[in-house]
């Protein structure tokens, strides 16, 4: 499956951003699908993620509250919407795949087995 992230920009602290990332192939619904973020000279950090069905989320303690993972699998989607941003939500954000039959969220970045490219978030303060 391919990832294509969008959504990405320039916001001011306490803004709003919703990214969006389309997959490929038929098979979405599949997958459990997350977010993870990578600020610079930082290690890649889980987010949120969603179950395959989208009945289970879950979300790091840093942004609980304020973001919100969805997905449409008619549409091959998934989002993270993300309200009241903080300058260091500021991060390239990536969403992930991993193939697994259970309707659980993942959570280790070594168990997703699709990446997508990224797109950055800057939150200005």
């Known amino acids: 499956v391919q990832l294509q992230a969008s959504g990405g920009g320039l916001v001011q602290a306490g803004g709003s951003l919703r990214l969006s990332c389309a997959a490929s192939g038929r098979t979405f619904g599949s997958y459990a699908m997350g977010w993870f973020r990578q600020a610079p000279g930082k290690e890649r950090e889980f987010v949120a993620g969603v179950s395959r069905s989208g009945a289970n989320r879950y979300y790091a303690d840093s942004v609980k509250g304020r973001f919100t993972i969805s997905r449409d699998n008619a549409k091959n989607t998934v989002y993270l919407q993300m309200n009241s941003l903080k300058p260091e939500d500021t991060a390239v954000y990536y969403c992930?795949?991993?193939?697994?039959?259970?309707?659980?969220?993942?959570?280790?970045?070594?168990?997703?087995?699709?990446w997508g490219q990224g797109t950055q978030v800057t939150v200005s303060s």
């Open positions: 992930a795949a991993a193939s697994i039959w259970r309707d659980i969220v993942v959570i280790r970045g070594d168990e997703y087995d699709y």
